[in-house]
């Protein structure tokens, strides 16, 4: 089992940038594959990037591509979100998610192939 506490929510203008971490506890915390998801007010959640368990494969959102990176430190059992040039349509609640599927390469995008979430954090993008 791991548990997962998201980090590095809050305001910024847009244009602006923010990191936000994942830190993950558990033995095994750094085989998990994790992903990213936000939920928006009145709007479902979506997918916005994930990696594998050695961060050697990453996957994005169209609507981040190149302008979010993931990353992970396996030593520290950390997951990152660095996030820039941000639009308000970014605002939402950021979760992180960890996944052991053996299909992660296909199911990644899928919030029903994770089976740990984080409380999530706050990200405000002000125009």
């Known amino acids: 089992q791991v548990q997962l506490v998201e980090s590095g929510g809050g305001l910024v203008q847009a244009g602006g940038s923010l990191r936000l971490s994942c830190a993950a506890s558990?033995?095994?915390?750094?085989?998990?594959?994790m992903g990213w998801f936000r939920q928006a007010p009145g709007k479902e959640r979506e997918f916005v990037a994930a990696l594998n368990w050695s961060g050697g494969s990453t996957y994005y959102a169209d609507s981040v591509k190149g302008r979010f990176t993931i990353s992970r430190d396996n030593a520290k059992n950390t997951v990152y979100l660095q996030m820039n040039s941000l639009k308000p349509e970014d605002t939402a609640v950021y979760y992180c998610?960890?996944?052991?599927?053996?299909?992660?390469?296909?199911?990644?995008?899928?919030?029903?192939?994770?089976?740990?979430w984080g409380q999530g954090t706050q990200v405000t993008v002000s125009s």
């Open positions: 998610a960890a996944s052991l599927s053996t299909y992660f390469s296909i199911t990644y995008y899928s919030g029903s192939g994770y089976g740990y």
């Open positions: 558990g033995r095994t915390a750094s085989r998990y594959a």
